[in-house]
């Protein structure tokens, strides 16, 4: 049995990058105490996925749809991203794994890329939806059980997170690998 191994890493983010601070007045908190929170937490910045102005008003389905916008815009970059540096092309990939636990969309984030960006049309895929910040570590383990049992094949696992469920904006990390 052979060990599954990385070979390539790729990440994106949005444009607008924000320091902790910046983030807390750009989507609106007063509290001192909440100030303390964002400043006290170790984050530096804060990478927002934005159509405009932040919109405090937008319904649900709004929101969603901009989740969507930004997951595939900023997903579909990390995936290319990834694949250059696993020198490796969509066309190579034999299982796509794909989760997220901040947007619930059908058809699923991991079924979107597949035509956008020229998959085979056979590639099986697998969506891990729902399981918070730790969902990373099982989609990985999907994606190198896939390869443990043909070390022949590759697979791609993308992490899509995105907070914009609510109207405080969007918080973006996006990574990608190749196992």
Same mark, same amino acid.
């Given at each position: 049995?052979?060990?599954? *191994? %990385? %070979?390539? %890493?790729?990440?994106?983010?949005?444009?607008?990058?924000?320091?902790? =601070?910046?983030?807390?007045?750009?989507?609106?908190?007063?509290?001192?105490?909440?100030?303390?929170?964002?400043?006290?937490?170790?984050?530096?910045? &804060?990478?927002?996925?934005?159509?405009?102005?932040?919109?405090?008003?937008?319904?649900?389905? /709004?929101?969603?749809? &901009?989740?969507? &916008?930004?997951?595939?815009?900023?997903?579909?970059?990390?995936?290319?991203?990834?694949?250059?540096?696993?020198?490796?092309?969509? /066309?190579?990939?034999?299982?796509?794994?794909?989760?997220?636990?901040?947007?619930?969309?059908?058809?699923?984030?991991?079924s979107r890329p597949i035509a956008h960006m020229g998959f085979r049309d056979?590639?099986? *895929?697998?969506?891990?939806?729902?399981?918070?910040?730790?969902?990373?570590?099982?989609?990985?383990?999907?994606?190198?059980?896939?390869? *443990?049992?043909?070390?022949? *094949?590759?697979?791609?696992?993308?992490?899509? =997170?995105?907070?914009?469920?609510?109207? &405080?904006?969007?918080?973006?990390?996006?990574?990608?690998?190749?196992?």
């Open positions: 049995m052979s060990n599954p *191994r %990385i %070979i390539g %890493i790729g990440t994106a983010n949005p444009v607008l990058r924000l320091t902790q =601070e910046q983030s807390f007045h750009a989507v609106g908190y007063q509290s001192e105490r909440i100030r303390k929170m964002f400043l006290n937490s170790d984050i530096d910045y &804060r990478h927002f996925y934005l159509e405009g102005d932040l919109n405090r008003e937008e319904s649900s389905d /709004q929101l969603n749809q &901009r989740y969507l &916008r930004g997951a595939m815009k900023t997903g579909c970059r990390a995936i290319v991203n990834c694949l250059a540096t696993a020198e490796r092309t969509v /066309q190579d990939v034999d299982f796509l794994a794909v989760c997220t636990c901040t947007g619930y969309v059908c058809p699923d984030l991991g056979n590639v099986p *895929r697998s969506s891990i939806v729902g399981l918070g910040c730790a969902g990373a570590v099982p989609t990985l383990q999907r994606a190198a059980d896939f390869v *443990r049992a043909d070390p022949r *094949r590759v697979a791609l696992m993308v992490t899509v =997170e995105i907070s914009n469920q609510t109207n &405080r904006g969007d918080c973006y990390v996006h990574t990608c690998s190749v196992a």
